[in-house]
Structure formats: structure tokens, C-alpha cells
């Protein structure tokens, strides 16, 4: 019975979201059934397994997750071996069992299977030694399920190896499950990364967009003014220059919406030696939302695309204005101004991402992408724009955390 309740609870763990399990356990460790209380400490223990885990396989991350899988699956040993060696031994046993957990895995890792482990293979000869049986089940992320390498082995990255005095059905069940979501974990850990890889590929694609044309006007602005106002135009010189070094910093993907609101006043001076009085703008920010934190180069680009796009085209004086508020669920950013307009199949073409380089407009795909890989698919710019009427594009940036969770 005791064993059907562990699997239970296995099973359980892997599909309950690992904070709200670990705060369920502390309301009802008391609580419920011999089976209700199992599942709850099962979950317990993926809870605690699966922070470390996101950092991939490697031999502290393995390590700090064993030590909380072990318990949860009941065995005297637990290892975990990558492609070339072992990572991790966990549990009684390591100095006659460990040196040949890498070696026991490769049948595993080869085939893509899950294999159980006799005596013959695994007892170290020892009367003392209560490990005669092993379970080793093979680490495959999902998306490289029924995989083939070249080399004709499986896609496994790894294995998960348990030591015990016998095995089960139960628990043969058991390790592959766990597996299975330990390999979860290592691709969510991937695709973390590779998402800070495609945010950083995509602020140097924007830098490189709003690099040529803006140096080019501003310093025809500059220029106009090097003979008949050289004070004005050395002015001009170094806000171009704090502008262009903010722009082009090297260090991180986010600022605070202070520092974003710095680089926007740089830019809207430098624009306003271009169009004088035709340019118009409005700031409406709230002192609360200055230290927030907001991707790097995320509202600039919505100011210059307004400017650009919305008021270079427009006879007479255009008006823009940026708001910041907090709301009760996010901090609102708002640039707004009544330029030409945008119609509804170039809006979506400006959404819809493209190779830098292959459109005129200035950084709305990019921004749109970047907050959506952070915060998630429902928070991309929202645009409300009509030919003749202007353009509000508005940011929401979250309130409760920063970066969106897989």
C-alpha cells in the first residue's frame, strides 16, 4: 500500500505547479489521507527539486536536485550521468557503486530505453552491500522525443540511475516519470536561455536600425547650427553623444523607466533642432513609476516612430504626449500624438517581425517581440491608430514580476 501511495504521489508532483504546492503542503501537512499526505510531500520534494534543475544538467545542479528525488522515490542511491560521465551520486554506496554508474548508463543513453539492472551487473560483491538492483531510465527533452543522432544512438542528454535492493513495477514507473520531468526542466532551462539569447539579438538588431538615420539627422542639426549659434550646436553635440552612448551600452537588457525617460528627453531635443516649434510634447509621469524597471530601449523607439512617422508627414505642428501611471495590475506607459495615422495593413506588417533591415519602420516589431518574450504573449504593445487621427501606442509593464516564467 505504502508503495501505491509514493507512485500516486509521484505522479501527482509532475503535473502540480511547484510554488503553489509548496505553499499547499505548509496549509495542510496535517491534513487528509495516508495517500493525500504522501501526494502532498511528493510534491514537496519537486518543489525544492526543480529550481535547481533550471539551470541545466550540470554537477550542482543535479546535485541539489538528488538530494530532494531520493527521498521522493524511496531508494538507497540515486546518480545522474551526462553523455560523457557521471554528474552526481547521491545515497549510500559511492565508493563501490559510483565509479561505474557512467558506464551501466550507456545502454540506456545509446538505446533511448529504460533499463532494469540484475545482480550480475550491479552488485559489487559485497554481502554488506544492500545494492543488487538498478534502474536507469534515460533524460530526453520532449521536443527531441523518437530522435535519432547521426551516430545512430538516441537524443538522451542523460540519465537518471536509481540503486536499490529490488525493484517494482511501481518503481520502474516511478524513475521514468521522473526523468521525464527532470528533462522537462533542462529544456525549460534552454529555452530561458535561449530567449535572453534572441532578446539580446534583438537590441543590437535595433541599435543597428536606429543607428543610421537618426545619426545622419542629427547631425545635419547640428551642423545648421555650428555658424550661427555654436553654443546651441556644442549643446546639441554632447546630448548626442549621452544619447548615443545610452543607446549603445553594453551592460544589460533592462533600466529603469527614469533612465529610459532620460534617453527619450536626449532624443526630443535633438529632433526639436530639426523641427522647431512644430514639434510639440507633453509629459505626463508619474513620480511612483520612475524607478521601475522596463526593458532596455523599450520606449524610445515608440517616441521616435511617432515623430518620424506620425509627424514628419503632418503640415503644421504635431503633438506628443507620454504618460506613465501606475493601474492595479500594471504600470501603464502611453505615447500618443495626432499625426498622419497608420493603416490597419501597415500596422500589422510593422508588428509582424522581419529580418532588420527589410522595413522603414523604427522599432515597433522589435519592442513587441522583446516584451512578449519577457512578460509573456499578452503583454506586446497595444496600438490604436487610424489614418488622419493619430496613434496611441501603450506598454504594460507588470506589477508582480519582471520576467515571464515557462
Known sequence: MASNNATVGIVAALVAPAVAVSRAIQRHRLAGTSAERAAYAAMHAVALAGPPLRAGLTPDSTRRAARHLRPLLGTAALAFNDTERILTWDGAGQHRHSQNSYELSTGALRSGDI??????????????CGIRHAVVAPIIPPSRIGGIREDGDSTAIGTLSVYTSNTSVALVRAVSEVAYWVATQIELAE????RTRLMETELRALRAQISPHFVYNSLTAIASFTRTDPERARELLLEFADFTRYSFRAHGEFTTLAEELRCVDRYLLLERARFGERLQVTLRIAPEVLPVEVPFLCVQPIVENA??????????????????????????????????????????????????????????????????????TLHGLVIDSRPGAGTTVVIRIPKKERRQTA
Open 307 to 376: 515623430v518620424r512617422h506620425g509627424l514628419e508627414g503632418k503640415p503644421g505642428p504635431g503633438h506628443v504626449t507620454i504618460t506613465a501611471e501606475p493601474t492595479r495590475h500594471d504600470y501603464r506607459i502611453t505615447v500618443e500624438d495626432d499625426g498622419v495615422g497608420i493603416t490597419p495593413d501597415v500596422l500589422r506588417e510593422a508588428l509582424a517581425p522581419a529580418e532588420p533591415g527589410t522595413r522603414t519602420s523604427v522599432g515597433l516589431s522589435n519592442v513587441h517581440e522583446r516584451l512578449r518574450a519577457v512578460y509573456g
Open 115 to 128: 533499463r532494469v539492472l540484475g545482480p550480475e551487473d550491479v552488485h559489487c560483491g559485497s554481502d554488506s
Open 191 to 194: 529555452l530561458d536561455r535561449s
